[in-house]
């Protein structure tokens, strides 16, 4: 059997994802897998490579504040980290997360900001369930203890704040580190298709938002002083944000995974809250669910922020997958948001031209885009959901 043939095979009947068939998932037909193959514009002098092959899937990375490793976050519930020649396991949390969909898992990770003195990590992660029947396990923020060996000791995990998901997609999960001690948690609107509990406009619960919160003494705490939404929402009005970062500036860039028509790049600040729209709205336009994408737009809604940028599911795009304000990294790639597709591979170049945000497409890693990551020498990784890493400098 080829690569393509057992990836299929493990995608379609392992625990890996799970067998999943609901009608009240907004799912797509998943394109094949195949073998890496990054083709990117001559004018950006960039070279790519297989950096790390593998089955299970990578989709974060996050550099170890004390040796200075590489440590990779996997979707089903490990965490490896690298030295630049060898793949060490640091943790296995597989007996505390749900597998029983294909965005459930381990979402996030990441280092207290005061590692060394705390040896503690933030966790992201959908909590382990029966998979029978719906699936809708809890988003759950916990912390954990890195041990003297260097290894995750699983019996130190402390629950710090649990979300109630009321179906088994859209969890978002990621955590993101800011300084002074706070950190970004994104949220997803619950699940389902066409965010029927309305949960994208809805201040008083924790869906559709982007948490901002403070971690001090094993301990959160909000950050905003708002008494008439919930005091951790910095942001809402987003249906499943899968990766934000914050640029030069602390403008905080949000990849915001679309339903019908258009993915969307959004640009708010870390300091007053905003309503990215959804689910009254859909890029640049009134949010139809009867999958009415006719490129027209339509005016702002009043206290609504439109995004920045929006692509369609045209070309084989699906799903959009976040990266980085690069200020580090391939110097062509200097200045600008870097995002992908799920689907098709592709990848784009966000920058100002003369007062306007403008995509640059830059080229293709191959499709099956699930995360981007940043490497012990700056650069640029991307992780497939196949398993594969690719080296991009």
């Not at 402390?158 to 580190?177: A, K, T, V």
């Not at 970062?245 to 007053?272: F, H, I, K, Y």
Request: glycine residues 10%; proline residues 4%; charged residues 20%.
């Amino acid at each position: 059997m080829n690569k393509s043939a057992l990836i299929i095979a493990i995608l379609l009947c392992s625990g890996l994802t799970g067998c999943i068939s609901n009608s009240s998932d907004d799912e797509f037909d998943w394109p094949d897998p195949s073998d890496l193959g990054c083709k990117f514009l001559d004018e950006y002098s960039l070279d790519c490579n297989t950096y790390i092959e593998g089955l299970e899937t990578p989709h974060q990375s996050i550099i170890n504040p004390e040796n200075g490793e590489l440590w990779i976050i996997y979707l089903n519930g490990f965490v490896k980290s690298w030295n630049g020649t060898k793949l060490t396991e640091v943790a296995d949390l597989t007996s505390i997360i749900s597998r029983c969909h294909m965005e459930q898992g381990l979402l996030g990770m990441v280092f207290d900001e005061d590692y060394i003195s705390s040896r503690l990590v933030l966790l992201s992660y959908v909590e382990d369930g029966n998979c029978e029947g719906p699936n809708n396990s809890d988003l759950i923020l916990a912390s954990a203890l890195i041990g003297d060996n260097g290894v995750l000791d699983i019996s130190s995990i402390s629950i710090l704040r649990n979300i109630e998901q009321p179906y088994r997609n859209h969890n978002g999960g990621h955590l993101l580190e800011i300084g002074n001690n706070q950190y970004l948690w994104g949220v997803g609107d619950g699940g389902s298709a066409n965010d029927p509990q309305a949960n994208g406009q809805n201040t008083s619960n924790p869906l559709g938002a982007i948490h901002l919160f403070s971690f001090q003494n094993n301990e959160i705490s909000p950050v905003m002083n708002n008494s008439e939404i919930d005091p951790y929402v910095l942001h809402y009005g987003l249906r499943n944000p899968w990766r934000f970062s914050l640029d030069s500036n602390n403008m905080l860039w949000v990849a915001d995974v679309g339903q019908n028509c258009w993915e969307e790049v959004n640009l708010v600040s870390l300091t007053n809250v905003s309503n990215l729209g959804w689910s009254i709205r859909e890029g640049f336009q009134e949010f139809n669910a009867n999958e009415d994408c006719s490129d027209i737009t339509s005016e702002p809604v009043e206290n609504m922020t439109d995004p920045i940028v929006t692509y369609s599911h045209q070309n084989g795009n699906c799903s959009i997958t976040g990266g980085f304000w690069m200020d580090w990294g391939p110097e062509s790639l200097h200045d600008g948001y870097l995002y992908g597709d799920f689907c098709s591979g592709s990848i784009w170049l966000l920058k100002e031209v003369d007062g306007e945000w403008l995509d640059h497409y830059i080229g293709s890693s191959g499709g099956m885009i699930v995360g981007f990551g940043r490497g012990m020498g700056d650069e640029l990784l991307v992780f497939h959901w196949t398993g594969d890493i690719a080296l991009i400098k």
